[in-house]
Structure formats: structure tokens, C-alpha cells
């Protein structure tokens, strides 16, 4: 007992140390102006939080001149690269999904000469480090004319994170052929199949990180979304679309699982559909 409460103790101050560049970043966030160039006072605790700095982003006004501070022309202006970077981020991410998905279903479902080779380029391509290429992308945006554009920043972005994209929807396509089969199997035989499946359907939308990431949930749920197949998915796409990451080591894992349940869906599906014609 006593091992174990020292192993949560440890946990708490790992956490907390790894945590405290956030809080701080926190506590900036809120402070008032006057606060942040007091040196006397308590930096933790003296002073009363304020939400002008978040206005100020937003909404564009100076809060060092409304607090009587001259920065003169050293106060930078957010509200422009904001909105680039969210429309980026958002015109990335859709375009991926766009280009990913059928390709994605084209390799789960489709044999076709040179289907290995393709994959094998698809990895090839992500074990290039981006620094490496970045002196010919920018040549190639100025020569077509997309330098310093939202469309070029948007393609290549889209370019750079479409291999993973594709390869992290091959299994769940995978997944989902598999389960789809073991259910259309399971539903020519119980009716009652079709019902249960539209509930079921329902929940885990609402259930799983899509519409939410998984770091906003309560502590106590972050453990039971680890559960659901379908928040690995959301949770990689959107660190692959929005943070540029690159392949872990779980996906090995979760490609692996998702054939399992392939497999065994089909076989279901082959097993029973002798059978389908006396229950249609």
C-alpha cells in the first residue's frame, strides 16, 4: 500500500512539473498588464485576473497604451495570422480527408498489380525529414506563382500529411469492412440486429473524440474513450492533420487488430451465407 501510494505521489510530481510551463503560460494569460512588469508583488497570487489579453487577440486594441505603457511599434497585431492559421488548419485538414478516404478505401478493399510497391513509396515518403525538402517546395510555390499564399501553404500542408492520412485510414476501413460484414451476417439471421446497431451507432458518435478532442474530457472518461475504437482514429487523424505527426508504435498494433477483426467478420460472412436464403 505504502509502495503504491509513493508510485501515485511520483506520478503527481511528474505531472505537475511537466504541467507547470502551462500554468504559467495560464497565469500570463490572465494577468493585467500592470501585473506583468510588477516585481515587487506575489506573481502567483497579487493581483486580480483579467480577460483584456484574450480581447486584446480577438478583437485587436493595444492593452499596453490602455494601461498607459508605450511599446510604441514593438506591439504585434494577432488577429491576421489567427485567422490564416485557422483557415489553413481547416482548408488542410478538409482537403486531406477528401483525398484520403477513397484512397484509403481503394487499398483496403481493391487488389491491383504494384498494391505493396505503393504502400512501400506511401512509408518511403514519410521517412524523409520535411527540412530536406523545404528549399524545393518553396522554389516550386514561387515558380507557380503560390508563394506566400493561403492555397500554397493549404497544399502543401495537405501533401505532407496525405501519406500518413491514407495509411491510418486503411485499417479502419479494415475495421469497419470487418464489422460490417460479421452484422450483415449476424442481421439475416436477427432481425432485431438492424435496431440494436442504429443505438449503438448513435452512442459511440457522441462518445467518441470527433467533434471534441480527448484532452477536454474529464479525467475519470479519458479512460473509458481508450476503449472506444473508434477515439485511436479521431485522436491520430487529428494529431496527423493538425500537428504534422508521423507514425508510433501503436499503429502497428491497432493495423494488426483491425485485420483480426477483418478476418473474422469474413470468415462469419462466409460461414453463414450458405445459410442467408432460408431467412430472406
Not at 464489422?179 to 432481425?191: E, M, P, V
Not at 493495423?255 to 451465407?273: E, I
Amino acid at each position: 500500500m505504502l509502495r503504491r501510494r509513493g508510485r501515485d505521489v511520483a506520478a503527481v510530481l511528474v505531472v505537475g512539473l511537466f504541467m507547470l510551463p502551462m500554468y504559467w503560460w495560464l497565469l500570463a494569460s490572465i494577468k493585467p498588464v500592470s501585473a506583468q512588469f510588477d516585481l515587487g508583488g506575489n506573481v502567483f497570487f497579487d493581483f486580480v485576473p483579467t480577460f483584456d489579453n484574450y480581447a486584446a487577440t480577438l478583437f485587436g486594441f493595444n492593452p499596453y497604451e490602455a494601461a498607459g505603457f508605450d511599446m510604441g511599434e514593438n506591439y504585434f497585431d494577432s488577429r491576421l495570422p489567427l485567422l490564416s492559421s485557422t483557415v489553413v488548419a481547416l482548408c488542410a485538414t478538409a482537403l486531406s480527408l477528401i483525398l484520403s478516404t477513397p484512397a484509403a478505401y481503394a487499398l483496403s478493399r481493391m487488389t491491383f498489380r504494384g498494391r505493396e510497391r505503393f504502400v512501400g513509396l506511401i512509408l518511403l515518403q514519410r521517412l524523409m525529414p520535411p527540412i530536406a525538402i523545404i528549399v524545393p517546395t518553396v522554389y516550386l510555390m514561387r515558380d507557380v506563382k503560390l508563394y506566400n499564399t493561403h492555397a500554397g501553404i493549404i497544399l502543401v500542408h495537405s501533401l505532407m500529411n496525405l501519406p500518413v492520412a491514407v495509411l491510418l485510414l486503411v485499417p479502419y476501413m479494415l475495421l469497419a469492412t470487418g464489422l460490417g460484414a460479421l452484422l450483415a451476417a449476424l442481421h439475416t439471421l436477427l432481425r432485431d440486429v438492424e435496431h440494436v446497431v442504429q443505438v449503438l451507432i448513435t452512442i459511440l458518435f457522441y462518445a467518441s473524440p470527433i467533434l471534441y478532442p480527448a484532452s477536454i474530457a474529464p479525467a475519470s472518461m479519458q479512460a473509458v474513450l481508450r476503449y472506444n475504437p473508434l477515439a485511436y482514429f479521431s485522436e491520430r487523424l487529428r494529431e496527423v492533420l493538425l500537428g504534422s505527426g508521423g507514425f508510433v508504435p501503436a499503429d502497428a498494433v491497432v493495423t494488426l487488430a483491425c485485420l483480426a477483426v477483418f478476418a473474422a467478420g469474413m470468415w462469419v460472412f462466409n460461414r453463414l451465407s450458405p445459410s442467408f436464403e432460408d431467412f430472406l
